[in-house]
């Protein structure tokens, strides 16, 4: 590289070495910038010289990212890491990095990369060495060519690794997040490496659409390993040999049942027994099965870090010993194929290594390797031989535990009992059996009363079906145990504690990206967030988090397509909702109103109501589209009827489906006769809404959005002087139940209010500042009818438009628990262009009195 750029320095040591460290296993990544030199000639110094400060500083961040240490530099970079999948990290974005870097000046940008672990010896030159141009510090090893065999073996952009670094990078891929799910891990099998005597298996890991993923070609330093039965002269006779001796080999021998292996299915290795006597030995020898075992192309060894995190969510000590039922349990937590037992025992004067292989689920051995040597050195040799017959035999054919290896929930409990129970539990809940999901909670609480999550499972449910005492009693059960959660749930916790606490939306949305943004992985901070997203009106936020929610490894996935159903609708993406419901009942969750909503914004109101005669008539709220699809189909009778029913029917429930379900049917009296809307009524209903309403009290934000709903519905039947009146109550009352929503409603009906005391103008300045991309649908029928009375039609009419078009979103519009839906959707058909004759609704009526 060109000498300008020489002001990148080696991360420095903590303190200076005056000779060489003891050997340390370490892992190199090597990288070499393609044709570097050509770059310089085809740019100019000046444009090259910025290009490769550019890329200086991307190296650095990357560095300081991924805990890597610089050693050298030239044309390419020597880096340690303490961990191969750190190195692997560093290596994909210093890919994607060069690629973006590239773009921007016009050329193409790539590095061949080689990956290795192994050991190396590491010192410090003097300062007189280093202030006449010697690194400061050196690495060498013979790990160091063996990467650079690697890097030099590669093509242009693409990433090789090690036999010994790819099973440990593939093994940590999970920590990368949803990109390490997607990566793409190809062996190129055995290749001679020019002074290194034994040939050597050869990994590439890459981004697909970026990694060429091509076999390497052959150079004067590095060829491929073929075998004499492979090469081309011998393999036509070897096919007819081959086809003659199957068939019989056939009726000869049949394979001996074993665990059948996909590929990188994973294992648990148990705690090594020692029976010599000798206690010495149990580290080396457990250490030694282990990274042997590691070896195979078939399995993943599930890693200590990984075993002891399991522990501690079954509320174990971490230095527990992992024996046959404790590794079994382990193993179905995590999805886990099977259990492997290594035991060294002297036996006859031999010393013998042996190793079961279990099925967890019955904890019973499906086949034992063993080896057997004389005396305690023969130990290794005879691990390297049971380990080599082993790896074989796992990629055995017998595909019977492939249904029933899926992990349960990583949630911390001491009963594998209870975890099922919570398992089905949430299996259930994707589904909407409410009923079956909350018995299963309920279990799983009885077989372990100190299962938080299992808490939190009734809490979820109960919020669903808009019981918020319930929950809350429930959550306050949960939030005892908090101390006793790993560090993940504890912040799910503190997360629903946000939600029931002062302006929740905006609150608990700070603590739910904080845990998506720490366990990408944990699908709830995602889901969580994309629902208060949703009903703060912030569409394309909420739609980013809950794609993320989407994956198929989500148990919950049912649930969030039918979230994503949701935030397309409210977004009028009403056929990309449908699809979205419709993936969602694939998975087995039953249909929802949403559905029949986005049904009925497309017009297929056959379909809807189909589908609304499967809904269930005990739940309320399905009475809400009801409603609306008949306001929609122009049946005011219908609607007035069905909201009559359910108004009689919530005043036996509880306050809040009381002024709901009164609020509505105010709605749809409005609609079709404001001027028969008495004043006296209103008020009652008003002061009824607001007369138990604190800051404490259960449903108070969705009651208050009742309440300014109600304020709003005066002002349509006309009855300016109750609103003026009404006004200073709820802005009371908003100053102490904090809500984005209910403070936006609210400013609405203040400036609507501007428009009856003859002050138009005002009032269209007002609402327009409220159109921010987060309005509620409402902001805008006040706007037009506001332009209207201050003489504006054309501008008018521009709303009229938009409200024409926004019919998802008039179904789907989620605050105040759908209470101006019935209204929305009156609003949104009147403005049609075929309904011309409508576009000035009775509201529009009553504001020019």
């Not at 990629?395 to 009992?417: F, H, R």
């Amino acid at each position: 590289m060109d000498t300008a750029v020489q002001t990148f320095e080696p991360t420095p040591e903590p303190s200076p070495r005056p000779s060489a460290s003891a050997p340390q296993l370490r892992t190199l990544l090597l990288t070499d910038l393609v044709d570097s030199t050509g770059l310089v000639e085809r740019l100019g110094d000046a444009p090259a010289s910025d290009l490769f400060r550019a890329h200086d500083h991307l190296v650095l961040k990357l560095q300081q990212q991924w805990r890597g240490r610089l050693i050298d530099r030239s044309d390419g970079m020597l880096l340690l890491f303490e961990r191969p999948i750190d190195g692997l990290a560093f290596a994909l974005d210093y890919t994607r990095g060069l690629i973006a870097l590239g773009d921007e000046h016009g050329i193409e940008l790539r590095a061949r990369i080689g990956l290795h672990v192994g050991e190396v010896l590491t010192w410090r030159n003097s300062e007189e060495a280093v202030s006449v141009g010697a690194k400061p510090v050196e690495v060498e090893g013979l790990a160091k060519p063996m990467a650079a065999r690697l890097m030099a073996t590669a093509r242009p952009g693409q990433i090789l690794l090690s036999a010994v670094a790819e099973p440990l990078a593939h093994r940590a891929a999970r920590e990368l997040g949803e990109r390490g799910q997607h990566l793409a891990w190809k062996s190129w099998g055995r290749w001679r490496f020019k002074g290194v005597p034994e040939s050597q298996y050869i990994f590439e890991v890459g981004e697909p659409g970026i990694a060429p993923l091509r076999m390497p070609s052959d150079t004067p330093k590095a060829w491929r390993d073929i075998p004499l039965w492979r090469r081309p002269a011998a393999l036509a006779a070897e096919a007819a040999l081959l086809a003659g001796l199957a068939l019989g080999a056939w009726f000869i021998a049949k394979p001996e049942p074993a665990i059948a292996f996909n590929q990188r299915d994973w294992v648990v290795v148990g705690d090594l027994r020692n029976l010599t006597g000798q206690a010495a030995l149990d580290d080396s020898l457990e250490q030694a099965f282990r990274i042997s075992l590691e070896q195979s192309r078939h399995v993943n060894v599930l890693s200590d870090l990984k075993a002891r995190d399991t522990l501690a969510r079954m509320q174990r000590p971490t230095d527990t010993k992992l024996d046959r039922a404790i590794a079994s349990e382990i193993a179905l937590r995590d999805g886990a194929r099977a259990v492997i037992l290594p035991t060294v025992a002297e036996v006859g004067g031999r010393v013998r290594v042996s190793a079961e292989v279990i099925d967890p689920r019955t904890q019973t051995t499906v086949y034992t390797e063993t080896a057997e040597g004389t005396g305690i050195a023969s130990t290794l040799d005879s691990i390297d031989a049971v380990t080599a017959s082993l790896r074989g035999k796992l990629g055995e054919a017998v595909k019977s535990i492939e249904k029933d290896s899926m992990p349960l929930p990583q949630v911390a409990t001491k009963n594998l009992d209870a975890l099922r129970a919570y398992a089905l539990g949430q299996k259930a809940y994707a589904e909407a059996k409410w009923d079956e999901a909350l018995a299963y909670f309920e279990r799983a609480l009885t077989l372990d009363p100190e299962f938080a999550l299992a808490r939190m499972g009734i809490v979820r449910i109960e919020v669903t079906r808009v019981e918020t005492a319930r929950a809350r009693a429930s959550f306050a059960q949960a939030t005892k145990l908090r101390d006793r959660l790993p560090p993940r749930d504890a912040l799910y916790l503190d997360a629903w504690s946000a939600e029931f606490g002062e302006d929740a939306p905006l609150r608990a949305s700070e603590k739910w990206k904080l845990l998506s943004g720490m366990y990408p992985d944990y699908f709830a901070g995602h889901a969580n967030y994309a629902w208060n997203q949703l009903y703060l009106g912030k569409y394309a936020e909420a739609l980013e988090a809950v794609k993320k929610a989407t994956a198929k490894q989500n148990p919950l996935q049912a649930v969030a397509l039918d979230q994503q159903g949701r935030v397309q609708l409210a977004m009028n993406n009403v056929d990309g909702a449908l699809k979205s419901f419709q993936l969602s009942v694939a998975s087995h969750r039953a249909p929802s109103r949403q559905m029949a909503a986005a049904l009925a914004a497309k017009r297929n109101f056959s379909k809807a109501a189909n589908l609304m005669s499967k809904l269930s008539q005990s739940d309320p709220i399905n009475q809400m589209e009801a409603i609306s699809i008949a306001i929609d189909q122009g049946d005011l009778d219908r609607a007035i009827r069905i909201s009559q029913q359910a108004e009689q029917d919530a005043a036996k429930r509880s306050p809040f489906w009381r002024d709901l379900f009164g609020t509505v049917a105010l709605s749809v009296r409005v609609l079709n006769a404001p001027d028969k809307v008495r004043a006296d009524e209103v008020l009652g209903a008003f002061e009824r809404t607001v007369s138990d309403l604190s800051p404490d009290s259960d449903d108070s934000v969705d009651r208050l959005y009742f309440a300014v709903t109600t304020i709003y519905l005066v002002q349509r039947a006309g009855l300016a002087d109750a609103s003026r009146k009404l006004l200073p109550k709820a802005a009371e009352l908003a100053q102490q139940i904090k809500d984005a929503r209910v403070d936006q409603l609210l400013a609405m009906v203040r400036a609507n209010q501007k428009r009856f005391d003859a002050t138009p103008d005002e009032a269209v300045a007002d609402l327009s500042r409220l159109v921010d991309g987060t309005e509620q649908f409402q902001v805008h029928v006040a706007l037009r009818d506001a332009l209207l009375a201050s003489g504006r039609p054309k501008d008018a009419l521009v709303e009229s438009q938009w409200l024409a078009r926004s019919r998802g979103l008039a179904y789907a519009e989620q605050a105040g628990a759908y209470v101006m839906q019935p209204l929305n959707v009156a609003d949104t058909t009147a403005a049609r262009p075929d309904k011309a004759g409508l576009s000035r609704t009775a509201f529009s009526l009553s504001a020019q009195r």
